[in-house]
């Protein structure tokens, strides 16, 4: 776990930190593990992983639910959490970071998006729990807390 911490601050950190290439990054981030898959379940040779199964759902409904410029989808190869299913990370600068596990591909693109539209919402993305969709309540894994980015 300690490992998978150390990874998430790692890409959360940017590589420039000047404040012209921050505003000029997507606002909101929601990351997708698209190799992910229940390791219950054998899947079949030409078969989608359940990543992807989430990632093509979640960009069918983003796109009547959100401006281009609020959210991004990112596909990531891998977010290093194996063993628990579908993973997802939804990020922004100066807010914390959210990782949920064991999303079903078929349930959560819709649960997921309503938790975006409570993150963007909030200035600085301190989501109460309670207020987290309830798929996503027995999802959540971490909050990290947002990097520091020295404006100097």
């Known amino acids: 776990m300690k490992n998978l911490l150390?990874?998430?601050k790692s890409w959360m950190t940017p590589k420039n930190?000047?404040?012209t290439n921050l505003s000029s990054r997507p606002k909101h981030t929601l990351f997708v593990c698209k190799s992910c898959h229940r390791s219950?379940?054998?899947r079949q040779k030409n078969q989608?992983?359940?990543?992807?199964i989430l990632l093509d759902q979640l960009r069918t409904l983003c796109n009547d639910k959100f401006q281009?410029?609020?959210l991004e989808i990112k596909p990531v190869k891998c977010l290093w959490a194996c063993s628990q299913g579908c993973v997802a990370s939804v990020?922004?600068?100066?807010?914390p970071t959210y990782l949920f596990v064991n999303l079903p591909p078929e349930q959560s693109p819709a649960a997921l998006l309503e938790f975006m539209q409570l993150y963007i919402k909030t200035?600085?993305?301190a989501v109460a729990w309670k207020n987290f969709p309830e798929l996503l309540q027995s999802a959540i894994f971490a909050q990290i807390p947002p990097v520091i980015v020295d404006k100097n």
Do not use: A
Request: aromatic share 4%; hydrophobic share 20%; charged share 35%.
């Open 48 to 52: 989608p992983c359940d990543g992807t």
């Open 40 to 42: 219950s379940d054998e």
């Open 17 to 19: 930190t000047s404040l």
């Open 6 to 8: 150390v990874f998430i």
């Open 91 to 95: 990020s922004s600068h100066d807010k």
């Open 123 to 125: 200035r600085r993305g």
């Open 68 to 70: 281009l410029d609020e």
